[in-house]
């Protein structure tokens, strides 16, 4: 019987995750979380992050993920780098990183702008 709920319940997860969207999880903008996915969100939190201005004119930043959950989280993420006006900087790069918080344990992110016209940054994390 523990089996056949086990099964079932593993078939609705699947079909229930095949209908999702939406892909983005949580956003951070400006040191808030923007929720996209209230599943992912519910078991990360931003812990904090940093920011400084390097030497070079470039952003460094740093974002501490925290999981809320005691199983493994998989995600993906990208820094986006907006110029003093808030437009997005295209020549920033568009590629997904994957990652991996273990249950409990805190992850940080961090990334350097590709442009010394960056002004601000937004951290994406999406489902994996």
Same mark, same amino acid.
């Given at each position: 019987? #523990? !089996? %056949?709920?086990?099964?079932?319940?593993?078939?609705?997860?699947?079909?229930?995750? *095949? %209908?999702?969207?939406?892909? /983005?999880?949580?956003?951070?903008? !400006? *040191? &808030?979380?923007?929720? @996209?996915?209230?599943? $992912?969100?519910?078991?990360?939190?931003?812990?904090?992050?940093? #920011?400084? =201005?390097?030497?070079? *004119?470039?952003?460094?930043?740093?974002?501490?993920?925290?999981?809320?959950? @005691? *199983?493994?989280?998989?995600?993906? @993420?990208?820094?986006?780098? @907006? =110029?003093?006006?808030?437009? $997005?900087?295209?020549?920033?790069?568009?590629?997904?990183?994957?990652?991996?918080?273990?249950? &409990?344990?805190? &992850?940080?992110?961090?990334?350097? /702008?590709? /442009? &010394?016209? +960056?002004?601000?940054?937004?951290?994406?994390?999406? +489902?994996?």
């Amino acid at each position: 019987m #523990r !089996k %056949c709920i086990l099964i079932l319940a593993s078939a609705l997860a699947i079909v229930f995750a *095949g %209908c999702i969207t939406d892909t /983005s999880g949580v956003a951070v903008e !400006k *040191g &808030k979380m923007i929720v @996209y996915n209230q599943r $992912l969100a519910a078991h990360m939190t931003l812990t904090h992050h940093l #920011r400084r =201005d390097t030497a070079t *004119g470039f952003i460094h930043v740093q974002a501490v993920l925290q999981n809320a959950d @005691y *199983g493994d989280i998989q995600f993906q @993420y990208r820094f986006e780098w @907006y =110029d003093a006006d808030g437009m $997005l900087i295209e020549e920033t790069s568009p590629m997904w990183h994957a990652a991996r918080v273990h249950g &409990k344990d805190r &992850k940080v992110l961090e990334a350097v /702008s590709e /442009s &010394k016209q +960056a002004a601000d940054f937004r951290l994406v994390i999406r +489902a994996f």
